[in-house]
């Protein structure tokens, strides 16, 4: 704590915070063995440069974001558990792909996605950036269930939300609203 | 240049209890040809035959896994060869059937027919890749292809069609999905 900037203390004492680390220890705590990702400023020191080196999961970097679901699914037929790491306009890439593996074929399709440039405590559908406000209809729209991960409250949303997507076989998403520290 | 039946009936002679993930063309004559549970059909999501492969291949490290891609599909997922070289999986073998065609959408040809697949998968970093052109380089690239660690590559070179009758309902029912999963996880 004490070598955290200014800024990250004092979000953090108003609660205001998304810790890398929880996030990381809730992925983990879902039986996640492999993450599948594009790099994305959003999440790329918060997220990205942790799970490189942790023992516990294997990152498997890719080219685009449909890759990504293709691996996952192969991953799940061999009973290993993936979590994708991208950006929402990776998301927005990889669509047909989305459709295919996670709607249609009903496969836990677990999507971590960075809402890069989304402002600190709006909403996503009241951001005025218009991809970032485009996604929660959009994974309304596939029937995905989504969560919002805004801050250290939302992070014991994860592990559940993950376990339910590989005990019913649908997919989740959680939407990564604050830069995580 | 060869008949796709001819080169997956002499596969068919060469495989064990690998698991074959095959896609459109290829895949209506593979499952006439050898109808298996460790059959995975990708379709729905053109071009990730190769990322399924590579995921049922970091899945299970201890089989060796089989990619029937065809040269429309991978076009339309070059990188694909590049993330398998990163990620190296000693058990994935990754075929491109290369007739020139998006057969199974029309016959049309595909942007460019001289694609050199082999080339790019080596600049990949795929270092042990093959070509076949007629059953016997074909049965000799697998054999060898089967006995090294990889990821390997093979570029075969077939001639386009004829398409035999198939049911795309049938061969991607999520039963055979399941069949897979079954055989996999027993």
Redesign the interface.
């Known amino acids: 704590m004490g070598n955290q900037p200014d800024e990250v203390q004092e979000a953090r004492a108003q609660g205001r915070v998304l810790t890398g680390s929880r996030v990381i220890d809730a992925i983990k705590r879902s039986g996640v063995s492999?993450v599948l990702s594009v790099p994305d400023l959003h999440t790329a020191k918060g997220l990205l440069t942790p799970i490189r080196s942790d023992p516990a999961l294997?990152l498997?970097?890719?080219?685009?974001e449909?890759?990504?679901?293709?691996?996952?699914?192969?991953?799940?037929?061999?009973?290993?558990r993936?979590l994708i790491l991208i950006q929402y306009t990776g998301f927005l890439y990889a669509m047909?792909?989305i459709?295919?593996?996670a709607c249609?074929?009903k496969l836990p399709m677990c999507m971590m996605i960075g809402l890069l440039g989304k402002e600190p405590d709006v909403a996503p559908q009241d951001s005025a950036k218009f991809g970032v406000r485009i996604i929660e209809p959009i994974l309304d729209i596939l029937g995905i269930k989504r969560f919002l991960i805004d801050d250290d409250s939302c992070v014991d949303a994860i592990s559940p939300a993950i376990e339910h997507a590989y005990s019913a076989s649908e997919p989740v998403a959680f939407l990564i609203g604050r830069k995580p520290v | 240049m060869m008949n796709r039946k001819i080169a997956l009936e002499r596969l068919k002679t060469l495989i064990n209890d690998e698991i074959v993930?095959a896609t459109y063309s290829t895949a209506s004559d593979w499952i006439e040809i050898f109808d298996r549970p460790l059959n995975?059909f990708?379709?729905?999501?053109m071009?990730?035959?190769?990322?399924?492969?590579?995921?049922?291949?970091?899945?299970?490290p201890e089989r060796k896994v089989l990619v029937l891609d065809g040269d429309g599909s991978l076009l339309m997922?070059l990188?694909?060869l590049?993330?398998i070289s990163?990620?190296a999986p000693k058990n994935l073998i990754h075929m491109v059937w290369k007739n020139g065609s998006y057969e199974a959408n029309g016959g049309h040809p595909v942007p460019h027919q001289q694609v050199d697949f082999a080339a790019m998968a080596r600049a990949a970093g795929i270092a042990s890749v093959y070509r076949a052109n007629d059953p016997e380089s074909f049965e000799s690239a697998v054999r060898q292809a089967l006995s090294v660690d990889g990821p390997t590559f093979i570029e075969v070179e077939i001639e386009e069609g004829p398409l035999g009758p198939r049911s795309y309902k049938e061969m991607y029912k999520?039963s055979r999905?399941q069949r897979?999963?079954e055989a996999?996880?027993a």
């Open positions: 492999h294997t498997i970097r890719t080219c685009k449909d890759e990504t679901f293709g691996i996952a699914a192969g991953l799940n037929y061999g009973n290993k993936a047909n792909a459709r295919a593996m249609e074929h | 993930v995975f990708s379709f729905g999501a071009g990730l035959a190769s990322s399924h492969g590579l995921g049922l291949a970091l899945a299970r997922n990188g694909t590049v993330t990163a990620a999520a999905r897979l999963r996999l996880n």
